[in-house]
């Protein structure tokens, strides 16, 4: 928003260059499913220009929902070592209904190419505030770590429009203070009010933990290396996505217009008068199955009927094509997506760990991880919880195909004396050393009080 960066500017901040703003715009259009450049077109009719729109597949989202099912589902659990305080956070989190919103901020980040949980405290309430790109302004970084940031979020009271800033300044000791401002918005206009109750105009955390997080895909911003912001997930496929919707464009025109095309002389055509004063046949913009052509000789002089052959077969291997295309582009592999007669398939069989969507999916991860454990020790600072934590992130690994068959390896070494039972939980509970050797002894002592024995 050009007012922010201005208000930003007048007070003495320095921020991404308002140009990188035109980028997210293109890469939320796409998102939305139509690109006015692309999907909106002229077309001729024998008689002049008609504007159509194409039709979309609307992939650019499908690909930023499936990168966030597969990062941040219900199989993904956070763990803290301190039960008192895991039991505190995770109240937290649920409060802020952070299982739908958290997977939801991931897509938009994805599309967007930054995305931000940001907490704050609402009288004694902790409130956190899921944040797109488009209101997010980096004030300070360091080695693409942002530092220092400003945040916008968008409320409506009654009839007014309210811009709530919220600025985050990393001071010199390392320690956070935070800037609340409100504004009321008239289009690009900003006009300072009052903060609501229970909100301070300043306040210091008395924390270098900072109370936010920023969260982008894991892959290089070849826009501006320079930027600590991210890139869309499909910003370096907009060729492909485009490709699958002039290929699923022509598909369905196939079917639209291959039922029947009649050619229409002139001299039978019902005749009008144009604005300009020209005299031409008089059809519906919009049926296009008529096409006027002035046709010489008496012999052909009448209406013809030309039935086209519709090339289905064809067409769906093109946008198959195309699908693979996009989807390779974005990261998820070549066999991701298939177009099949009753439409758009996604892949449901598990991968291989050799293969480039699981070795993404772990690259994403490092970025998502590092956010999740950093936005678990924010909440426990605003908790009031200033020791360390160990904070462990365990995702979802069911979409690999050799997991069951790993665990199986596991429970058979256990077995043979090889491994200890602490290794099993360690390595697939998320579980440390100390408590899954805990967790094993508690286990046995209660097989043994039920009388199963020690196995």
Known sequence: MQAILQYLSREGYDSVDNSYYAKIALWLSWYKGKVVQFHNYR?????????????????????????????????????????SINNAVHDVLEANNFRIKGNQLLEIAYALGTGAFVEYLDGEKICIDYIRASMIYPLQWDNGEILSCAFAS???????????????????????IIKNRMFERNGNNLTAVELPEGLVEEYNTGSSVPWFQVITPNIVNNVDLDCPMGVSVYAN??????????????YLNEFRLGKKR?????????????????????????????????????????????????????????????????????GLGEDRYKFENSGL??????????????????????????????????IATMLGYRNEIQVTINFDDSIIEDTAAEKQQFLQEIRDGIRQRWEYRVRFFGETEEEAKVNVTDSQSNNMLMGFGDE
């Not at 729109?53 to 992939?59: A, C, S, V």
């Not at 008068?273 to 919009?286: A, C, M, Q, R, Y």
């Not at 070795?359 to 020790?377: S, T």
């Open 237 to 250: 496929a907009i060729d492909q996505l485009e490709g699958v919707d002039l290929v699923y464009d022509s």
């Open 345 to 378: 398939k996604t892949a449901t069989e598990v991968v291989s760990e050799k293969s480039e969507l699981y070795q993404n999916l772990r690259k994403h991860e490092l970025i998502l991880e590092g956010a999740l454990i950093h936005l678990v020790k924010a």
């Open 154 to 176: 968008e409320r409506v009271n009654g009839k007014k429009k309210l811009v709530y800033l919220n600025i985050h300044e990393r001071q010199e000791n390392g320690f956070y």
């Open 43 to 83: 077309q001729y009719n024998g008689m002049k220009k008609i504007n159509r729109t194409r039709k979309t597949l609307g992939m650019a989202k499908k690909v930023c929902e499936d990168w966030a099912n597969l990062e941040l589902n219900e199989k993904v659990s956070i763990v803290i070592d301190n039960q």
């Open 262 to 330: 009649i050619i229409v002389p002139n001299t039978m055509a019902r005749m009008m008068i144009e604005d300009s004063g020209t005299v031409g046949p008089l059809f519906d913009d919009n049926d296009t199955e008529f096409y006027s052509l002035g046709i010489e000789g008496e012999e052909n002089q009448k209406i013809q009927e030309i039935n086209m052959e519709i090339r289905a077969d064809a067409h769906e291997k093109a946008i198959s094509r195309a699908l693979s295309l996009l989807s390779d582009k974005c």
